[in-house]
C-alpha cells in the first residue's frame, strides 16, 4: 500500500513551526465601515509601536497592491507554545492636532486588520439568526464615549488556535480581543476587572499612551485544510440558498418559455413565407420576410457599435477564464488579492479577442476606417478606465491613503497595457481583417425603405430599460455580496453561486435580444443592431442604480472622497458589465437574423 500526502488544492502549501520558530505578525492598512479610504498601520499620525529598525514592507501581488493592501513587519513576537502575559511594546506621546485624527478615525470605525500565516486577526462573532459563531476579520480601533472623547484600544489578547501534526504546528485560527486599559493596570501586570479604568482619548489634547499584549496558544481540532470554514461565513444561509435557486428557477422558466415560444412562431413564419413563395403569383410578402432588404444595412455609428462589442467580448472571456479558475479552486483567499491579479492579467490577454471580434465586426459592417478601428479597440476604454484611476489616484495622495496606486505599480500597468494589451489587441485586429467577414444571405437594396410608424411601447427607450431589467434580475442577489466583499472588505467564496449565475446571465441577455429583434423585424423596423446591443446593456444601468441603493443603505455617512471613489468606480464596473451583457446580445441577435433570413426564400 502506497501512503497518498495531500492538501486541499485552494491554499498554498501549510506551514509547519517547531518550538522555538519565530511566528511573523504583519500588519496591513487600516480599513472602515464608513469610509474608504485605508490608512497604513504605520500612518505617522496613529504612532503606533514599530519593530526594531523600523518596519520592512512586504512584496505583495499586483491585485492587493490595487485593493489597497499594504503588509509591513511588526514588533509582536510570538514563538509556538509560549504564552507571555502583559508583553510592553512601547510608550508613545500622540500630540493634540493627532489626537484629533485618530478621534476621526474612530468615528468613522476604523479597524486593525493583522495577518498571521495567511490568516487574518479577527474578533470572535456569534450569529444571531443561526447562534453559530464566526471569525470576523479585523478589530476595532476604539469607541466613541462622547462628541470629544473616545476610548482607543491598546491591548491585545492574541489566541492563536494551532493544530498539531507530526510533533509540528500549524496555525489554524487567530483570535484577537481588543481592550482598552489605563497606563496604571498594565503596570499592575495587566490585571483586568470589570471596573478597570480605560485609556481615554480626548479629542485635541496630548495623550501618553502604552501598548501591551498577552498571547495564548490553543490547541484546536480545525485541521489546516478547513482552517478558512470559520472566515467564510454566510449570514441567513437558508434565505441564500432560496433566493439563488429561485433567481435561478424563474430565470430558466423565462428563457425557456421565450424559446418555445420563439421557436414556434418562426417555424410557422419560415413555413408559410416558403409556402407563398412556391404558389404561382402569390408573392405578396408580410412579417419580418418584408424587410429582408434592409435588415443587413449597415447600422450608424457602426464604429463605436464594433468598439463596443469586441469590449464586451473581451470581458466575455475574460469573467469566464476567472470564473473557472476560481470554481476550480485556484482563487483562495488565503492568496490575497489572487482574484484582482487574475482578472487583470487574463484582461489584458484577451485584448486579443477584443479586436479580433472588432475587426471582423466593422468588416462584416462594411466599415472603411480600419485603422481607426484597430486603435480605438485597444485604447478607449482601457484608456478611460486608466484616467479615471488616475484621477481618483491625485484624491487618495491627497489624503494620505494606502489605496493611493504606487508610481512603479502605475508604471507597470502602463506596461501592461503598451506593451502586451495593445500589440495583442492589434495582432488580433490584423487576423480578423483578413477574414473574409460574415457574408449576409440576402441582398441590400440601395434605398433605404420607409419604416411604419411604431407604437410608442417600441421606443428604443422603453424597450432597452425593460429588456435590462432580465439580467440584472439574474444577478442582483448576488450583487450585493459582490458589493459587500468590494466595499465592505467582507469575504466573497461562493463562486460556484456565481458561476452558474454567470451563465444564466447570458442566456439572458441572449433570449432577451432576439425577442426583441424578432418583434421589432415584425414591426418592419430594421435598425435592430444597436436595440439589439442596448437592450441587454441597460442591465448596466441597473446595476448603477443599485450601487446608489447600496451606498444609501451602507455608506451614508461617507464623506465626499469615499462617495467619489465610489461612484466612479461603480460606474466603471456598470459600463464593463453593460459592454459585456450588450455584446453578448448582440452576437446572439446577430446570428439569430442571419439563421432566420437564411431559411427563407427570396427573389
Not at 485635541?204 to 501591551?212: A, P, R, S
Not at 446595476?543 to 465626499?560: E, R
Request: overall charge neutral.
Amino acid at each position: 500500500m502506497l501512503t497518498v500526502h495531500a492538501f486541499y488544492l485552494p491554499g498554498v502549501a501549510p506551514h509547519d513551526y517547531s518550538v522555538g520558530d519565530k511566528v511573523p505578525l504583519y500588519v496591513n492598512a487600516l480599513s472602515a465601515e464608513d469610509s474608504l479610504i485605508p490608512y497604513d498601520y504605520y500612518y505617522p499620525d496613529f504612532h503606533f509601536c514599530q519593530p526594531q529598525g523600523g518596519p520592512v514592507a512586504q512584496r505583495e501581488s499586483l491585485g492587493s497592491i490595487l485593493f489597497g493592501d499594504r503588509l509591513f513587519t511588526s514588533p509582536f513576537d510570538l514563538t509556538p507554545l509560549d504564552s507571555p502575559s502583559c508583553v510592553q511594546l512601547c510608550n508613545t506621546t500622540v500630540p493634540a492636532k493627532d489626537t484629533e485624527f485618530i478621534y476621526n478615525r474612530i468615528a468613522e470605525k476604523y479597524s486593525n486588520n493583522w495577518v498571521v500565516d495567511g490568516l487574518p486577526a479577527a474578533e470572535l462573532y456569534v450569529d444571531p439568526s443561526t447562534e453559530e459563531t464566526f471569525y470576523n476579520p479585523g478589530f476595532q480601533l476604539g469607541r466613541l464615549v462622547s462628541e470629544k472623547t473616545a476610548t482607543i484600544n491598546n491591548h491585545f489578547h492574541i489566541h492563536l488556535h494551532y493544530h498539531k501534526k507530526d510533533k509540528k504546528i500549524r496555525i489554524v485560527g487567530i483570535i484577537v480581543e481588543p481592550k482598552s486599559l489605563d497606563k496604571t493596570v498594565q503596570d499592575g501586570k495587566c490585571v483586568i476587572s470589570a471596573d478597570s479604568p480605560q485609556q481615554m482619548l480626548t479629542k485635541g489634547k496630548d495623550l501618553n499612551i502604552q501598548y501591551t499584549y498577552n498571547v495564548y496558544w490553543e490547541e484546536d481540532k480545525v485541521s489546516w485544510g478547513t482552517r478558512w470554514d470559520h472566515y467564510l461565513h454566510v449570514f441567513d444561509p437558508q434565505i441564500h440558498w432560496f433566493s439563488i435557486i429561485n433567481s435561478i428557477v424563474i430565470v430558466l422558466i423565462l428563457t425557456s418559455m421565450v424559446s418555445m415560444i420563439l421557436m414556434r412562431a418562426l417555424h410557422r413564419d419560415i413555413m408559410r413565407y416558403n409556402t407563398l413563395g412556391d404558389e404561382d403569383g402569390a408573392q405578396e410578402e408580410f412579417g419580418w420576410k418584408m424587410v429582408h432588404a434592409d435588415v443587413f444595412r449597415p447600422p450608424v455609428n457602426r464604429m463605436m457599435l464594433s468598439i463596443l462589442i469586441g469590449s464586451g467580448a473581451q470581458i466575455l472571456c475574460m469573467s469566464f477564464v476567472t470564473l473557472i479558475f476560481a470554481v476550480l479552486g485556484f482563487l483562495s483567499p488565503s492568496s490575497r488579492g489572487s482574484l484582482g491579479t487574475m482578472a487583470l492579467v487574463f484582461y489584458v490577454l484577451f485584448a486579443f479577442v477584443g479586436g479580433y471580434v472588432s475587426s471582423i465586426l466593422y468588416k462584416t459592417l462594411q466599415g472603411e476606417h480600419w485603422k481607426r478601428n484597430v486603435v480605438l479597440t485597444a485604447v478607449l476604454l482601457p484608456g478611460i478606465i486608466f484616467a479615471i484611476l488616475l484621477i481618483l489616484n491625485f484624491i487618495l495622495i491627497g489624503r494620505g491613503s494606502s489605496s493611493a496606486v504606487p508610481f512603479g505599480t502605475l508604471v507597470a500597468l502602463m506596461g501592461m497595457w503598451f506593451l502586451i494589451s495593445v500589440p495583442l489587441s492589434v495582432f488580433g485586429a490584423m487576423l480578423g481583417f483578413k477574414h473574409p467577414g460574415f457574408e449576409n444571405p440576402v441582398k441590400t437594396n440601395q434605398i433605404p425603405r420607409q419604416i411604419p410608424e411604431q407604437p410608442f411601447y417600441m421606443n428604443t427607450l422603453i424597450t432597452s430599460l425593460i429588456g435590462g431589467i432580465l439580467p440584472f434580475g439574474a444577478v442582483y442577489i448576488e450583487l450585493y455580496f459582490i458589493m459587500s466583499s468590494i466595499w465592505s472588505h467582507r469575504i466573497y467564496y461562493m463562486f460556484g453561486f456565481l458561476f452558474a449565475i454567470f451563465l444564466i446571465l447570458i442566456l439572458t441577455c441572449s433570449m432577451v435580444s432576439i425577442l426583441l429583434v424578432y418583434f421589432k423585424l415584425c414591426a418592419e423596423d430594421y435598425h435592430w443592431a444597436w436595440r439589439s446591443f442596448l437592450a441587454s446593456a441597460a442591465s448596466g444601468l441597473y446595476v448603477f442604480l443599485y450601487s446608489c441603493y447600496y451606498f444609501s443603505k451602507n455608506l451614508q455617512h461617507a464623506d465626499v472622497s469615499s462617495s467619489t471613489i465610489f461612484f466612479a468606480w461603480s460606474l466603471v464596473i456598470s459600463v464593463l458589465f453593460g459592454c459585456f451583457t450588450g455584446a453578448v446580445g448582440y452576437i446572439s441577435a446577430f446570428f439569430f437574423v442571419r439563421t432566420i433570413y437564411r431559411a427563407i426564400k427570396v427573389d
